[in-house]
C-alpha cells in the first residue's frame, strides 16, 4: 500500500512538473498614442480622399515569450470591410473609397496571435472630412411670377443651398452668372435674391428672365491640394403684367375719304387700337378730341368712324380729327389713353394729280446718303415719302414707277389707291458702288392708270453714297518680270510694282511689302512699290541667276493682294577665260591634231564662249591652225611630211613654242594666253625604227632622248668628216677643188613701182609658191600689250614693216579690211604665207533674246502650274 501511494506521488510530481514547464503568456499591442503610425490603431483618424491601396498603419505588437506574432482585422457581419491587414509585417491597406458622409467613423477588431495564444481588441477609426461635396440646392431650379411694378430693391426669393462638408468647405456663397447682374442682385450669404437698386421690371420688354443663381463652398484640402467647388441652378422670373402702358392705335397714320357720292352715315374710317398691357389689357373705349366739326361720329367700340351728314354740307376738304382711345376698368371707368390723328379728304371730282409729300407738307425732291453697297431688299428707311390722289375711287389709283441708272432700286407699292407710304427697296447692292457713282439720281413717277387726263407727278430722288472698305489693292499686273546685272551695287532699284485700291481716304492708300524664299536678298519701299537690293546684297549669276518671291500691296484694314515678283540676274563677263597651266608641252603627230582647252566661269552665253587664236609661233607662223570653238591645233592642210617642215624652217628642231590666246565673246571681251610647246613627229618614224620607238617610249625623260640625240649628232659628225677628208685627198691628187653646192637667188632689175600689200586673204596659188621666200619681205612685227590679269591680252596692237620705199610718188595705201560684225578684229601673218581669217560664228540669238526666251518659259511654266493646280 505504501509503495501504490509512493508511485502517485511521484506521478503528481512528475505532472505539476510538466505544468510549469509547459506555462504559456498571450502576446500584446503596443500603446504608441494616438498620433503614432504603427501601434494599435489607437484613437487612428483617416482622410476620405485618402487614395485605395494606401498603406495607413502598421500593426505593432510583440510576445512575451519572443514568439513570431501574426496580426489580423475582422469586422462586424454585414458591414463593408475597408481594410486588409499582412499577417506578418502587420502592415494595414486601405482596399475601400471612404466617404465621411455617409459613415465618419469604421469599427474594426484588430488581433494579434502567437500561434497559442490570440488577443483581440475592438477600436474605432475616425474618418475626417476631404472637400469633395458640391453645395447642393434645396429649392431650385424653381419659377415666381413677379409684377412688373415690384419697387426696385425688392426681395423676390431667396436661395437655399447646403453643403455636406465640414468646416469652410461646408459654409455656401451665392453668386449670379454676368448676364443677370444688371437686373438682379444676391446676398452672398443669405441667398436673397433682390431686384437691383435703380432697375425696374418691364413686362412689355421682357416677360421672361431666367436667372443662374451659383452656390460656391469656402474651400478646403482635396488629394493634398485646395479645393473649391461650386453648383448652379436655374430661377425662372415671369413677369406679370401691370396697367401701366396707354393705349396705342395700330397702322398709324390714319387716312379716310369722304366722296362726293358717299351718304349721310356712311362708314370713311375705321381705328384700331390695343391696351400697351397686353398681359391682361383691357377694353378700349374711342372718342373724338376735336377736328370733327360735328360732321362725323365714332363708334366707341369699334372705332368706325362714320359720315353725318351729306358730302354737300362739308366746308373744308381736309379734316384732321383728334380720336382718343382710353382703357376702360372693370368697374367701368375710364383710365389711361393714346391719341392719334385721322386725315379725312373729301373727294368729288378729278382735279388733282398724284402728289408727293414729305414730313413737312408737299415735296418734290428728297435725299438721302447711305454707305455704298446697303444689303439687298434693305429699306431705304430715310426716305419718308407719302403719296397721295386727292381725288375718289378710279380717280386716285396711280401706279408708282421708278427711272434711274440700273435697276439697283425698287418702289413699293407700284399700284396706290388713293394713297400710300412710298418705299424704296435695295434690288442691286453690287451696282451700288461708290467708285462708280458718288451720288445716283432717280425719278419717282406717279401716273394716274384709268383717267383720261392721266394726272401725274414726279419726285427726284437723290442717293449720295459714302465710301466703305470693299476694295482690296489691285496689281496693275499678276506678275513681275525684272532683269539686273550681277555687278548691280546694294541697294540698286530692280523694279516698281505698282497696285491702286479705288477705295478713298485712307482705305485707298496702299503699303507694299514682300516675303518668300527668295525674298531675302530685296526690299520694298512700302509706300513707292520701288523694290530695291539689300545694301549689303551681292548678286552673282554664277551662284543664282534666278529669284522669285512674293509682294503684298495691303491697305489700312488689312486687305490685301499679291503678285509674283521674277527677278533674273544678268550675267556679265566678268571671268577670263583660264587655262590650267601657263604653260603646255604637246606632243603631235603630222596629220593628227592636239587639242588645248581652257574654261571661262561666267553663267551665259556669249560670256563663257570662248574663241581660240594662235598669237605667235616660233620658230615660224606659218605651220599651224587652231580650230576657234574647239581649241584644236593642227598642221595647215599642205604639211604632208617632216621634209616639208624642214624646208620651211631651214632647221632640224621641230620643236614649236605657240602663245595661244583664249578669249570670251563677252562686252567687254577678257582673254588668256597659253605658251604651248609642241613637238612635231612623222607617224611613220614612230612606229617603225628602233629610234623612232625609243623617243616614243621615253617621251617623259628628255634628258635621256637628248643624251642619245646627241650620241646620234655625234656619231654622225664622225662619218662626215671621215668621208670629207676621203674626198678632198682625192681631188687634191687631180688638182682641182670642187666647190660645195649652193642656191643663188638671182638678182631681179631694179624697177619702179607702186607700193605692193601682200593680200593677207589671199590664198597661194601653188605648192611651190607657198615654199618661195621673197628677199624683200620681211616678217611682221607684232607687239602685244597685256593690259588684263591673268595674261589677259584686251588689246593686239600689229605694226607691218613698210615696205623699201619707190623711186617714184606712191599712191595711197589701200584701207585695211572692213569690220564685218561678228568676224575677228585682228590677224596673224605668216612669213611666206598669209593665214586666213576664219569668220566667227554668228551668235543666233543676242543676249537679250536669250534672256527673254529664259522669262517667257518660266512664266508659260508658271502658268501651267497655276491652271493644273487650279480645280
Known amino acids: 500500500m505504501r509503495n501504490v501511494k509512493i508511485l502517485h506521488l511521484q506521478i503528481l510530481f512528475v505532472f505539476v512538473h510538466a505544468c510549469f514547464a509547459q ?87 484588430i488581433s494579434i496571435t502567437d500561434g497559442r495564444s490570440k488577443v483581440t481588441e475592438r477600436v474605432t477609426i475616425f474618418v475626417m472630412d476631404a472637400n469633395d461635396e458640391r453645395p447642393e440646392f434645396q429649392n431650385l431650379p424653381a419659377m415666381i411670377n413677379v409684377v412688373e411694378t415690384t419697387e426696385s430693391g425688392s426681395s423676390i426669393y431667396k436661395v437655399e443651398a447646403v453643403d455636406r462638408d465640414a468646416g469652410s468647405g461646408g459654409s455656401v456663397t451665392f453668386f449670379l452668372q454676368m448676364q443677370q447682374v444688371s437686373l438682379f442682385t444676391i446676398d452672398r450669404h443669405s441667398g436673397v435674391l433682390r431686384i437691383k437698386s435703380g432697375e425696374m421690371l418691364d413686362y412689355e420688354k421682357t416677360k421672361t428672365h431666367f436667372v443662374t443663381v451659383i452656390a460656391k463652398d469656402g474651400g478646403g484640402d482635396y488629394n493634398g491640394k485646395e479645393q473649391f467647388m461650386s453648383s448652379s441652378a436655374t430661377l425662372t422670373v415671369n413677369v406679370i403684367d401691370a396697367q401701366d402702358t396707354p393705349p396705342s392705335f395700330i397702322g398709324t397714320p390714319y387716312f379716310g375719304y369722304v366722296y362726293e357720292i358717299s351718304e349721310e352715315g356712311s362708314e370713311i374710317f375705321t ?56 382703357e376702360v376698368s372693370p368697374e367701368g371707368k375710364l383710365l389711361d389713353y393714346g391719341y392719334t390723328t385721322v386725315v379725312i379728304r373729301v373727294v368729288d371730282l378729278n382735279n388733282n394729280p398724284p402728289t408727293f409729300y414729305g414730313e413737312n407738307g408737299p415735296q418734290n425732291m428728297f435725299e438721302l446718303t447711305i454707305y455704298e453697297h446697303p444689303p439687298e431688299g434693305e429699306i431705304l428707311r430715310g426716305l419718308k415719302i407719302t403719296v397721295n390722289d386727292s381725288d375718289q375711287g378710279s380717280n386716285a389709283k396711280f401706279n408708282l414707277r421708278l427711272i434711274g441708272p440700273g435697276r439697283m432700286l425698287r418702289v413699293v407699292p407700284q399700284t396706290v389707291l388713293n394713297e400710300a407710304q412710298v418705299t424704296i427697296l435695295v434690288d442691286d447692292s453690287a451696282a451700288m458702288d461708290y467708285e462708280k457713282h458718288q451720288f445716283l439720281t432717280y425719278k419717282l413717277l406717279a401716273v394716274e392708270i384709268d383717267t383720261p387726263e392721266r394726272f401725274s407727278a414726279t419726285a427726284d430722288i437723290i442717293i449720295h453714297l459714302l465710301d466703305t472698305n470693299d476694295n482690296a489693292p489691285k496689281f496693275s499686273l499678276e506678275y513681275y518680270i525684272a532683269r539686273i546685272p550681277e555687278n548691280s551695287p546694294g541697294g540698286s532699284n530692280v523694279v516698281s510694282v505698282t497696285a491702286a485700291d479705288p ?134 592642210s599642205y604639211i604632208k611630211s617632216m621634209a616639208i617642215i624642214q624646208n620651211i624652217t631651214k632647221k632640224r628642231d621641230y620643236t614649236w613654242s605657240l602663245v595661244v590666246q583664249a578669249r570670251d565673246r563677252g562686252q567687254p571681251s577678257f582673254s588668256t594666253t597659253a605658251v604651248v610647246k609642241i613637238g612635231i613627229t612623222e607617224a611613220t618614224q614612230l612606229k617603225g625604227g628602233p629610234l623612232g620607238s625609243f623617243i616614243m617610249q621615253n617621251r617623259n625623260n628628255p634628258l635621256q632622248v637628248l643624251g642619245t ?21 682625192r681631188n687634191k691628187k687631180s688638182n682641182r677643188i670642187l666647190p660645195n653646192r649652193r642656191i643663188r637667188r638671182r638678182h631681179q632689175p631694179q624697177r619702179q613701182h607702186l607700193w605692193s600689200f601682200k593680200n593677207p586673204f589671199r590664198t597661194p596659188d601653188s605648192t611651190r609658191e607657198r615654199f618661195t621666200a621673197s628677199d624683200e619681205e620681211q616678217a611682221p612685227e607684232t607687239i602685244g600689250e597685256n593690259v588684263n590679269y591673268n595674261n589677259n591680252l584686251s588689246n593686239v596692237v600689229r605694226h607691218w614693216s613698210p615696205l623699201p620705199p619707190p623711186p617714184s610718188a606712191p599712191s595711197l595705201p589701200p584701207p585695211l579690211p572692213a569690220y564685218f560684225p561678228g568676224e575677228r578684229q585682228w590677224v596673224i601673218p605668216t612669213v611666206s604665207a598669209t593665214v586666213v581669217p576664219k569668220p566667227r560664228k554668228k551668235m543666233v540669238n543676242d543676249r537679250q533674246d536669250t534672256v527673254n526666251r529664259a522669262l517667257v518659259s518660266e512664266l508659260k511654266m508658271r502658268l501651267e502650274q497655276k491652271r493644273m493646280m487650279s480645280p
Open 709 to 729: 640625240i646627241v650620241g646620234f649628232i655625234s656619231l654622225m659628225v664622225m662619218v662626215t668628216v671621215i668621208i670629207s677628208t676621203a674626198t678632198f685627198m
Open 271 to 326: 381705328v384700331v387700337a390695343e391696351d400697351g398691357d397686353v398681359g391682361k389689357p383691357n377694353p378700349i373705349q374711342y372718342s373724338f378730341d376735336g377736328g370733327d366739326d360735328g360732321v362725323f361720329g365714332i363708334n366707341k367700340t369699334s372705332g368706325c368712324i362714320f359720315l353725318l351728314t351729306n358730302p354737300i354740307n362739308l366746308r373744308r376738304e381736309i379734316f384732321n380729327i383728334k380720336v382718343r382711345a382710353s
Open 23 to 109: 506555462a504559456d503568456f498571450a502576446p500584446y499591442f503596443y500603446d504608441n498614442g494616438p498620433y503614432s503610425n504603427n501601434g494599435n490603431l489607437a484613437l487612428f483618424s483617416l482622410s476620405e480622399d485618402t487614395q485605395v491601396g494606401t498603406q495607413i498603419y502598421c500593426l505593432n505588437g510583440t510576445d512575451p515569450e519572443g514568439q513570431e506574432v501574426r496580426y489580423g482585422v475582422s469586422f462586424d457581419p454585414g458591414s463593408k470591410e475597408y481594410f486588409r491587414v499582412d499577417p506578418k509585417s502587420g502592415v494595414i491597406t486601405l482596399v475601400e473609397k471612404l466617404d465621411r458622409e455617409k459613415q465618419d467613423s469604421i469599427d474594426v477588431s
Open 503 to 636: 477705295d478713298s481716304g485712307s482705305w485707298g492708300e496702299v503699303k507694299y511689302s514682300i516675303y518668300g524664299s527668295g525674298a531675302d536678298l530685296f526690299l520694298i519701299q512700302p509706300a513707292s512699290g520701288i523694290i530695291y537690293t539689300q545694301p549689303w546684297a551681292s548678286l552673282d549669276a554664277e551662284v543664282r541667276s534666278k529669284y522669285n518671291f512674293y509682294v503684298k500691296a495691303e491697305d489700312a484694314e488689312g486687305k490685301y493682294s499679291l503678285a509674283e515678283v521674277f527677278v533674273t540676274v544678268l550675267d556679265l563677263n566678268d571671268h577670263p577665260p583660264a587655262f590650267n597651266q601657263n604653260f603646255l608641252e604637246k606632243t603631235m603627230v603630222i596629220g593628227a591634231p592636239v587639242k588645248i582647252e581652257a574654261i571661262d566661269d561666267d553663267a551665259e552665253v556669249p560670256n563663257n564662249v570662248i574663241e581660240y587664236a594662235i598669237m605667235n609661233a616660233e620658230p615660224d607662223n606659218n605651220i599651224f591652225d587652231i580650230n576657234s570653238d574647239t581649241g584644236e591645233i593642227k598642221l595647215k
